[in-house]
């Protein structure tokens, strides 16, 4: 357990759908981070926050959308996916020192 | 272009044995190295770390060695049990803060252990 918890754990959704994947942590952390693991990919950097603010964007199509509302929750608002989006999609959170990152579990996202 | 290549894609060790992981990485600029086991189902977990002021981290039965000039780490599991089959992955960030969370992964190592 690194107390970075994400839900839903699985997703099922239509290409037509909006959803949204949650991402929270009490650790303090400044920095949040969404990674995408697909099965024919090295995992990748979507999206970097840092004290709520994006400081990275990985050249993400807009069909992701993150929110930072605060430095303890990150969202991943999806609408209009493809099936190719369908994969395991990986919060993660550094404290300010920096000095080693902690997963969250991932939600596993399957769209149809 | 793949900052981090990790081989083999896959391994396949007799229990008692040892799992030897290799990586290279291409810029020099990083210096956080980190490796992740992960389990059917689960996010990746941090096994082991190693910054390059050192050559050799040892915790337990696993322990990252670090050639510098070579820009290769490897990652080396003695005593090789059937609890340690997994996908092995690779990564490599720079500096502390926000930017070491900017991690570049290899592809993974999917690990078996016979018993």
């Known amino acids: 357990e690194t107390g970075v918890t994400q839900t839903p754990r699985h997703l099922v959704m239509g290409m037509t759908n909006k959803k949204s994947l949650k991402c929270e942590q009490h650790l303090g952390h400044n920095a949040m981070y969404w990674y995408k693991q697909s099965a024919k990919k090295p995992l990748e950097l979507m999206f970097v926050?840092?004290?709520?603010?994006?400081?990275e964007n990985n050249s993400v199509p807009s069909r992701f959308s993150p929110e930072c509302p605060n430095s303890s929750h990150l969202f991943l608002h999806l609408h209009t996916l493809q099936p190719e989006d369908s994969a395991l999609y990986l919060c993660?959170?550094?404290?300010?020192?920096?000095?080693?990152?902690?997963f969250g579990e991932g939600s596993w996202l399957t769209v149809v | 272009q793949q900052q981090v290549k990790q081989s083999p894609q896959s391994l396949i060790v007799q229990k008692g044995g040892i799992s030897i992981i290799n990586c290279a990485y291409e810029n020099t600029a990083f210096d956080y190295f980190p490796w992740y086991q992960q389990f059917p189902g689960k996010g990746p977990a941090l096994l082991i770390a190693?910054?390059?002021?050192?050559s050799e981290k040892k915790e337990g039965r696993f322990t990252i060695s670090f050639n510098k000039s070579a820009k290769q780490f490897s990652l080396h599991i003695m005593d090789s049990q059937p609890g340690d089959s997994a996908t092995y992955f690779c990564a490599a960030s720079m500096g502390r803060g926000s930017t070491l969370g900017r991690l570049y992964f290899g592809r993974g190592t999917q690990l078996t252990v016979w018993p």
């Open positions: 926050y840092n004290f709520k603010e994006q400081t």
């Open positions: 190693i910054r390059p002021d050192v």
């Open positions: 993660a959170s550094v404290p300010v020192d920096g000095n080693t990152i902690y």
